[in-house]
C-alpha cells in the first residue's frame, strides 16, 4: 500500500506529474483500478477536503490538488470502465437562474469528484426547470444548487417543487448551498440537504446516495 500512500501525499501536495506516473506504475504492476481510485486517489483528495473543511487548506490548494486528481483520473477512467467500476453516483449541479457567482459551486464540484461522484456542471444562471430535466437526462440522483444573492433563493425552492410535482422526490435529492442558505431555509423549502462548506457538501452528497 506505499505506492497508494505517494499517490495520496503528491495528489495533496498537487503535484500532477507524479500522480500520473505514479498511476500508471502502479496499473503496471497489476494493481487493481478501484484500488487506486480509492486508495489513492480519494484518498487524498479526503485529506483535502478535510484540511479545507479546517480552514487549513484554502482555494488554489484544492485548485492544485484537483489538477493532481484529473491527471490520475485521466489515466485511470478507461481501466476502471474495462474492470467495471462505477461511480458513487451522478450530481447535476449549477448556480440557480438570476445568479453568476461560480466559485463556491465549483470546488463543491471538485470536492464530489473527490468523493467519486460524477459532477455534472450546468453552469451559472440555470433555471429550476433546467435542473430537473437535466437529471433526468444523466439519470443524476442529486441535484446541487448554489445561490449567492438572496434574490435567487427561491428559484431553490421551485427545484424542490418540480421535484414533488414530477413525482421524483424518491429518486432524486436535491441540495442547497451557498452563502445566504442556511439549516431553516433548507427545512423551509422542503429540500433533503443543506452544506455550508464544499467538503461537508461532499459527505452530505454520499449520505443521500447511500439513502435512496
Do not use: W
Amino acid at each position: 500500500m506505499a505506492r497508494m500512500e505517494e499517490i495520496s501525499e503528491f495528489l495533496q501536495k498537487g503535484r500532477a506529474r507524479n500522480v500520473k506516473q505514479l498511476v500508471e506504475e502502479a496499473l503496471n504492476e497489476g494493481t487493481e483500478p478501484g484500488v487506486i481510485l480509492n486508495d489513492g486517489l480519494l484518498s487524498g483528495m479526503a485529506v483535502i477536503g478535510e484540511k479545507f473543511k479546517n480552514n487549513e487548506v484554502f482555494v488554489p490548494e484544492v485548485l492544485i490538488a484537483a489538477r493532481a486528481l484529473n491527471a490520475g483520473l485521466d489515466i485511470l477512467r478507461p481501466k476502471l470502465a474495462e474492470s467495471g467500476v462505477t461511480a458513487k453516483g451522478v450530481a447535476v449541479i449549477g448556480t440557480v437562474k438570476g445568479d453568476l457567482h461560480d466559485i463556491g459551486k465549483n470546488i463543491v464540484r471538485i470536492m464530489l469528484e473527490g468523493s467519486g461522484i460524477t459532477p455534472i456542471d450546468l453552469g451559472v444562471d440555470i433555471p429550476a426547470e433546467k435542473f430537473v430535466d437535466a437529471a433526468l437526462e444523466n439519470n443524476a440522483q442529486l441535484i446541487c444548487c448554489s445561490a449567492l444573492l438572496t434574490t435567487t433563493m427561491g428559484e431553490m425552492r421551485r427545484v424542490v417543487e418540480i421535484v414533488k410535482e414530477r413525482g421524483l422526490q424518491d429518486k432524486i435529492k436535491v441540495m442547497v448551498g451557498g452563502a445566504p442558505i442556511t439549516q431553516s431555509f433548507c427545512d423551509s423549502i422542503g429540500a433533503d440537504a443543506y452544506a455550508p462548506d464544499a467538503a461537508t457538501a461532499a459527505e452530505a452528497a454520499i449520505r443521500l446516495l447511500e439513502s435512496l
